[in-house]
């Protein structure tokens, strides 16, 4: 307990205890590295960027490939280094986030210098197994979605935009997918207590919020009225507030894209024409192995709704090659579906093998096809963000700009589109919406002149 009382005290006689968090993969562990930070800065600890001088450091790890997992434990390694030359009381190592979940005895069994282990849904309850050093609870991989939430802080950690989780878990079930048993089931935060942590941010003047959710079209919180309200609620209930000009939202599902979250395209103007669509590839064949539940055609339905109450939409999506079963032929239907669809930018990646997943023991593509796929995708994917961006030229765009640049006088920010964008100016525009012109598109970002 001594541990927290000291902790709490701040004057300049005792030092702050230093807190150093790092996450890996997806904006949902960001924004929960930002609350676990919020526990911890009200605890009285400083949050460090050096791990040399952390008394606490965090690993919020990401479990979807194994790429993203390997690196934790490589992490684990050098961070071993540091540890062996503190005092055991002064340095705590834990391990949060979905490989927590997914792996939690494992990790304690590789690497025993880990002190905690705290899953996705349960790490606010990490500041109460510090303070009571539980030696022989420490694992705790509890599904507790809505005591969580009762249980955070939301304090504003950016000066523009903000992500705000509205909806976790999942219950798709693709073939490939370890989220439904990382996170959970769906589970979906009431209307009012969305509003209240939005309401937080815009007092400090926050001009944009991003929804997120691991299918966040799936969302269904329980309005004031104790009836159940879905995403297109949610987003025009959000755009009510004045200070607040932009709203976007990810990631979706195809199969959720309902009518009235299709029309609130056509009808918010604070809602951003950029829809993050993963359809993962664009075979029929594979689509039903991964257990998607629609077909591509379903896919090219959905976009062609949006498109006509919102012809400018812009569209983004992820892939998967390799997928156990993948055939040259279904590899072209993706590359042909991609030419004929346009996206805007797009993800991709090789498929890999996830423990515990229904196509896990299948994987039965050669890694040198996988490659091969991999490169020709992205290849297609980057020549059609380049076009897009290129189109921009000479065209005027509202931008929101979020930070200064690399070069003085620069700010960076992004356009409705979500497109990079920069400009010099004289005058700070961080947090200012601005109508620019478009000089020049690089590969990653558009050169504007206000
Ligand atoms: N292998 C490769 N990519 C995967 N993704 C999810 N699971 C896997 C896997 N086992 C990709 C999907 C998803 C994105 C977040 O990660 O494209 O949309
Ligand atoms: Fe994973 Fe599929 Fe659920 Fe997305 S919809 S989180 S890919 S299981």
Redesign the pocket.
Known sequence: MLYAIQSFMTNSSVKKKKIFIKSYG?QMNVYDSNRIKDLFVNQGYALTNKIEEANLVVLNTCH??EKATEKVYSDIGRIKKIKNKRHKNNFKLVVAGCVAQAEGKEIKNRSPLVDYVVGPQSYHKLPEMIDNDYSNININDEFLQNEKFKNLLFNSTNKVSEFVSIQEGCNKFCS???VPYTRGSEFSRPVEEVLKEIQNYTANNIKEIILLGQNVNAYHGKGKDGKSKDLAYLINKISELDKLKRIRYM?SHPIDMSKSLIDSHGTNSKLMPFLHL?I?SGSDNILKAMNRKHSVKDYIEVIEKIKSVRPDIALSS???VGFPGETDKDFEDTMRFVEKVKFVIA?S??????PG?PAQKKDNVDIKIKKARLKALQSLLKLQQVNYNKAFINHNLEILFEKEGRYKNQYVGRTIYNQSAFVSHSKNLINKIRKVKVLRSTDFALECQL
């Open positions: 997806c979807i490939r490939f997918c370890v990631t993963p993962q992820d892939f998967i993800y990646f090789k498929y890999s093998a996830r997943t």
